[in-house]
Structure formats: structure tokens, C-alpha cells
């Protein structure tokens, strides 16, 4: 199990250094001189363009810059965003559980829903549930979460009132920031209504956020669960006189779970994609939206510093979904 | 589909069909499909009007209104432009994303692919390596950035999915390659004198293409989702261009005044990835042999 984490992690190396070569030459590739760019609509002096252009490296040859910017990204130092002048790793980490809170209950609620309605299509299989379901999956598949957005909003916030449009919590509470989370934070504060708020502004976000996973771990969940059922062990376990429901629930589901463990988990890359367009919509402070709205900006350093921020979790959750897949499926540990 | 009919014997076009037509959602998705490409390519005769043409009179009309011109059955947007027609032109942007999406990289992915699988060694790894950076990006946000670095529109757009969709077919080529390569048949071409690219294009790839069509139908309908979110989000085909995401993004200040100029788009986007997603569940059922009759 050692030799396979060593061997996952050496091939991160190389993939991480590209994706910083692809952030880097991001900005080089942008038409038009850098310092000008930053320099904005006002001009500049040439004495002033010389030192920028001296401060910043811009003078030393790309291959040398490069070496200068890994060097920092390898400090942790992922620049400075133009239009905040914060250092960007602070401005993500700040924004960052934001949209972890907003992906943790996509999360929770694509399984919660998938998972159960998956295991009966499979055991009832083509009953009219498990037809229902699966156009349901597929439709939820096919949907363009953006227009799905706003038809909730139009349904839900215009029509019917019952949800806020956008933002994480009304402007009347004010509370100390302890986890980043505002649904744990409101509960903490111990004011009247400010959970109840957290929440409502939630729930339209988590099922845009959500209905794309939902529908893969739907399917998924069936087609893991029809494979298992056909297995001898099942059978075993029916013969020994085991109620339907614990062959269901215990025997065939630990087995079916792990493909789909593995499909959550490569759901982060599909997720962070649908954070840009939920985030955008609903005015959520995640990094989504940050990344828009700095690409909007033009602020090339805070796009740069993102794209590599976000690679690199991106990076670390395949890891260990990898990792997980192989400490449950010996085979997959000892391929090369 | 064209490549694999000429070299399949009619008698395994025959089979194929008998399993794709046991789908009866992929016949309906079929259905569907050729149904839009006939609106698209004929776009000019099913819209009832010129789809960029503003009647000063019909501001934001509701379907059915009866304008001083005529019958607007899906009402007009906020200029007074005829939505059901810019709806029709905008199925020739949508499938001509996918076209072109899915031709270039399906074919960028095929040789990249090809040449990763047949040649192994350090071509493999410096192959591999470059896709899983490309991987590593989500593929929305990437698509995104490289719009932004060339400009806003639909050609760039259209660049950037395809460059995003690419590593998914260099992936599945490799891997059809590294089972193919030390067949029988690969080693009789070999010994009766064929050289590599004739191996690798014509004796190999035929056998490898049963799941390079599934992710094709897949990347299709990617295509036109990930383009129609561009458009949305303003960095993907430019007003007044009829693109459907393009037409969310100008409808979305009239989200509570005017339902139809918000509904109409997403409802033509999402019935035709629909159609194609449809198809793609009964291509795979197929064509991938160890799906069959699960």
C-alpha cells in the first residue's frame, strides 16, 4: 500500500509543475505589455515602467521567471490579487468554505436521494419506479444547471416567496466568523432566526449544486447494484434465509458502494464547474464566483493564483479517492 | 458513425441496429435528433420571421400575441425579436458547436491517442502526464480562462471545449491500443510488411472505435452544454448572435417580468442534449459488449 501512495505521488509532481507552466504562460499569452495592464488607463512614466517592469521580473528571461514563480508557489506564495492588493492564497482560504459548504451539502443531498432511489430501481427492477427514475436521471443528466437556476428562483423566490435569491444569510445578522461555515456559525451566534436564515439561503443552491450528481450516482447506484445482485454471495445470503431487505441493505449495497465512492469522488472536478455557474447566479462568496468575477476584473495574478489553487485541490481529492479505491480493491493497488 | 458503417459488415450493422432499436428511448432520442438537425439546416424555412428582426411594437410579448406581423407563437425578448425563430437559428449553433467540437477533438484525441499506445515508452508518458494537467483543471473553469486569454466568442469557445473535451479520447485511444496492439491480426499486419501508420490507422483503429462513438454522443452533448454556459456567463457567442445560452444570459434581467424569454432557451437546450444523451445510452448498450443485455 506504501509503493502505491509513493508511486500515486510521484505522478502528481510532474502534473503539478505543468499546471503551474500552464498558469504561468496564461498571463505571458494575454495580448498587451503586463505593467501597462496594471498600470490601467492612467499611463505611466518610462522611469516608473522600468522599475515595475524590473520589480516584477518582467526583464529576466521567461525561463528564469518561471523558476521565480514556482519558487514562490512552492513558498506559498501565490501573488497578489490587482484590484484587492490582498495576497491571493488569504483571499481564497477566506472565500474557500464557502463553497466548500455549498459542495458538502450538494454532496449530501445527490446521495442521500441517489443512492436510495438507485437501490430500488435495481431491486424493483423495470417496475414503473425504476422507469420513472431513470428518465428522471437522465433528464437531471442532461440538464443545463444555469437555466435550472433561474426556473427555481422564478418558481421558488418570485412566485411562491419561500426562498432568498441570492447571498448566504440576511443582512440583519451580524456574528463572529469561527468556521467559515455559516450554517455552524449562525447556529453558533445563538440568534434568533440566523440558522433558519443560513439555511433557507442554502437549499436553492444545494439542489442546482446537486442535481447533476444526483443523477450520475442514481445511475450509477443501479447499474453497481444490478451487478452485485446477479452475484453467487447473494444468492448465498437469500438461501440462508436472511430477510430481503438485510440482503439488500447489508450485503448487496457495502458492495455495490465502492464504484459509486468512486464516482462522488471524481464529481469534484463536475462540482467546482457547477460552483462557477451556482456561485454566479445565486451571488454566492465562493471562490466560483471569485474567479468570474476576477476573470471580469482582469485580474490576471488572482485567476493565475485560483487556477493553481484549484488544480491542486482537485489534485489532492483524486488522490485520495485513489488511495481509498485501492485500500478496498487490492487489484487496483498492484497494477502498474 | 460514417467510418464505422463503410467497415462494418452489413451483418454486424444489422445486429447493432437490433440492439439500439430495443432502446426505445434511443429511438426516441434519434427521432428527436434528426428531427432538429432537419429545423436547424433548414432554419430559414420553419422561422416564421427574420431571427434578428426588432418590432418596435412588440416589446417582451407573451407567446401566443397576435402582433401587427404576424402570429408570435412563443412571444418576443425584450427587443421585440420573435423568440420561436431565434429559438430555430439557434439549433444551428448548437449542433454546429457539437460538429465541430466533437470532429476536431475526436480526431486531436484519436492520433494523440494512437501515437501514446503504439510508440509506449517516454511518447506515453509525456502524452499522459499532458492530459492529466489538462485533467486537473475543472473543465468549465479552464474552458473559461483560455476564453478569456483569446477573447470572447464563439470560434475561441469552441477552441477551448475542444481542447478541455481531448484527453477523455486520448485516454479511451490509448487504452483500446494497448489491448489491440499484440493481437494476432496486428502481428500478421506487421509481418506481411505494414508500416506503422498503417498499423496504427488502419488495422488497429477500426477495432477501437466502439467507445470512441459513446464518448463522441457524450462530448456532443457536453459540447453544447459547456458552450451554452459560456455564452451564459457573456464569454461565448456575442449578442445578438441567437446562441440559447446567449439568449438566458440577455433574458435574465426579465427573470420575473417575462417567463417565456427565460424558459423557451433552456428548454431547447436541455431537450436537445436530452435527445443526444438518449441516443448515447443506446449506442453504448450496442456497442460495448460487456454492457450488453445487463
Known amino acids: 500500500m506504501f509503493g502505491f501512495i509513493l508511486r500515486r505521488l510521484s505522478l502528481l509532481i510532474p502534473t503539478f509543475i505543468g499546471v503551474s507552466l500552464v498558469a504561468f504562460f496564461f498571463i505571458r499569452m494575454l495580448p498587451g505589455d503586463p505593467v501597462l495592464l496594471l498600470a490601467g488607463e492612467r499611463g505611466i512614466s518610462p522611469e516608473r515602467y522600468a522599475e515595475l517592469m524590473h520589480r516584477f521580473g518582467f526583464d529576466l528571461p521567461l525561463w528564469q521567471q518561471f523558476i521565480y514563480y514556482f519558487t514562490d508557489l512552492l513558498h506559498g506564495d501565490f501573488g497578489t490579487s490587482i484590484s484587492t492588493k490582498k495576497p491571493i492564497f488569504t483571499e481564497f482560504f477566506t472565500l474557500f468554505p464557502a463553497t466548500l459548504e455549498l459542495s458538502i451539502c450538494a454532496v449530501i443531498f445527490a446521495v442521500a436521494l441517489g443512492v436510495p432511489a438507485g437501490v430500488i430501481a435495481a431491486v424493483k427492477r423495470n417496475s414503473w419506479f425504476d422507469h420513472s427514475a431513470m428518465a428522471t436521471a437522465l433528464v437531471g443528466y442532461s440538464m443545463p444547471i444555469f437555466w435550472w437556476a433561474l426556473l427555481l428562483i422564478i418558481v421558488f423566490s418570485g412566485m411562491l416567496g419561500w426562498t432568498p435569491v441570492s447571498g448566504r444569510i440576511s443582512l440583519m445578522f451580524f456574528f463572529p466568523k469561527v468556521t467559515g461555515f455559516m450554517l455552524i456559525d449562525s447556529f453558533l451566534s445563538g440568534k434568533a432566526g440566523a440558522f433558519q436564515s443560513a439555511a433557507s439561503h442554502l437549499i436553492l443552491p444545494t439542489i442546482v449544486l446537486g442535481t447533476i450528481p444526483l443523477a450520475v450516482i442514481a445511475r450509477q447506484t443501479r447499474s453497481a447494484m444490478l451487478e452485485v445482485l446477479g452475484e453467487d454471495y447473494i444468492r448465498t445470503a437469500k438461501a440462508k434465509g436472511l430477510s430481503p431487505f438485510r440482503v439488500v441493505a447489508v450485503h448487496a449495497l457495502r458492495n455495490a458502494l465502492i464504484p459509486v465512492i468512486t464516482t462522488i469522488g471524481l464529481q469534484v472536478g463536475t462540482l467546482m464547474a457547477g460552483a462557477i455557474l451556482t456561485e454566479t447566479i445565486f451571488s454566492w462568496p465562493g471562490i466560483g464566483k471569485w474567479m468570474v468575477d476576477s476573470i471580469f476584473r482582469r485580474d490576471y495574478p488572482a485567476v493565475q493564483g485560483g487556477l493553481v489553487l484549484i488544480a491542486l485541490i482537485v489534485m489532492a481529492v483524486n488522490l485520495v479517492v485513489d488511495m481509498l479505491y485501492g485500500l478496498v480493491n487490492p487489484k487496483i493497488r498492484h497494477q502498474r | ?294
Open chain 2, 1 to 294: 458513425m460514417t467510418a464505422v458503417s463503410a467497415s462494418v459488415r452489413p451483418g454486424r450493422l444489422k445486429e447493432f441496429w437490433r440492439y439500439f432499436s430495443e432502446n426505445h428511448g434511443a429511438v426516441a432520442g434519434l427521432v428527436l435528433f434528426v428531427a432538429l438537425v432537419i429545423v436547424a439546416l433548414a432554419a430559414p424555412v420553419f422561422a416564421p420571421f427574420n431571427p434578428d428582426q426588432q418590432f418596435r411594437d412588440a416589446l417582451l410579448m407573451p407567446p401566443l400575441t397576435e402582433g401587427s406581423e404576424g402570429l408570435f407563437l412563443l412571444g418576443t425578448d425584450a427587443l421585440g425579436r420573435d423568440m420561436l425563430s431565434r429559438l430555430i437559428f439557434g439549433a444551428r449553433f448548437s449542433l454546429f458547436i457539437g460538429v465541430v467540437v466533437v470532429s476536431v477533438s475526436l480526431i486531436g484525441g484519436v492520433i494523440i491517442g494512437m501515437f501514446a499506445g503504439f510508440f509506449r515508452g517516454w511518447v506515453d508518458t509525456v502524452i499522459m502526464r499532458i492530459m492529466d494537467i489538462i485533467l486537473a483543471f475543472p473543465s468549465l473553469l479552464l474552458a473559461l480562462t483560455l476564453v478569456a486569454v483569446l477573447g470572447p466568442g464563439l470560434t475561441n469557445a469552441m477552441i477551448a471545449i475542444a481542447i478541455v473535451a481531448q484527453p477523455h479520447y486520448v485516454r479511451l485511444t490509448r487504452a483500446a491500443v494497448f489491448s489491440e496492439r499484440n493481437r494476432d491480426y496486428v502481428t500478421a499486419a506487421r509481418v506481411s510488411g505494414a508500416g506503422p501508420f498503417w498499423l496504427m490507422f488502419v488495422t488497429i483503429l477500426p477495432n477501437c472505435m466502439a467507445p470512441l462513438i459513446v464518448q463522441a454522443a457524450l462530448s456532443f452533448s457536453g459540447a453544447i452544454l459547456d458552450a451554452a454556459a459560456l455564452g451564459f456567463l457573456g464569454m461565448g457567442a456575442q449578442p445578438p448572435t441567437p446562441e440559447w445560452g446567449t439568449m438566458l444570459a440577455e433574458a435574465r434581467e426579465f427573470i420575473t417580468r417575462a417567463w417565456w424569454v427565460v424558459t423557451f432557451p433552456g428548454l431547447a437546450i436541455l431537450i436537445t442534449v436530452l435527445a443526444i444523451n438518449l441516443m448515447g445510452d443506446g449506442l453504448r448498450d450496442a456497442l460495448d459488449p460487456k454492457l450488453k443485455r445487463s
